[in-house]
């Protein structure tokens, strides 16, 4: 059974590179939706900045940008769990001229040192105007 994370991880340098694996510094990519300075403009997008929230253990942005229908109470975070990579396998719609989306995509991380990765076929909608995440399912 996963267990809470019991420290929180440094947070991530604006000038660092991004976690979504954009070429872009993490400060002007998912930092700024992180600081709520701005919103994810597609799916992919806003899936890319849930990512880089996982590895910055931002359980207030992941909740932000969580359906109000799927929403949980809370996140929980896996102790000795490092996500090291994504990888976007393909998008289906999900841009500014939808209401709906789909993210596939791998995620691949250390627990206890051991490698591992995370497949998932995300659904995304637009609520109050913003793209926020329903649920996934196992990857294509």
Do not use: I, K
Not at 8 to 35: D, R, V
Not at 58 to 72: F, G, I, N, Q, V
Not at 74 to 82: A, H, K, N, P, Y
Not at 92 to 103: L, S
């Amino acid at each position: 059974m996963p267990r809470r994370a019991t420290a929180t991880p440094a947070p991530l340098s604006p000038s660092a590179p991004c976690p979504c694996g954009l070429p872009a510094a993490y400060g002007e990519c998912c930092g700024l939706f992180h600081a709520g300075r701005d919103a994810a403009p597609t799916a992919e997008r806003l899936m890319r900045s849930r990512y880089s929230a996982f590895v910055a253990q931002d359980a207030a942005y992941l909740l932000r940008t969580w359906a109000r229908s799927t929403r949980p109470p809370s996140v929980d975070f896996t102790e000795g769990l490092r996500w090291t990579g994504l990888d976007v396998l393909a998008t289906e719609d999900g841009t500014a001229f939808h209401r709906t989306g789909t993210v596939d995509f791998r995620a691949r991380f250390r627990l206890h040192g051991r490698a591992g990765e995370q497949r998932e076929n995300s659904a995304f909608v637009r609520e109050d105007g913003l793209w926020v995440y329903v649920a996934g399912a196992a990857g294509r």
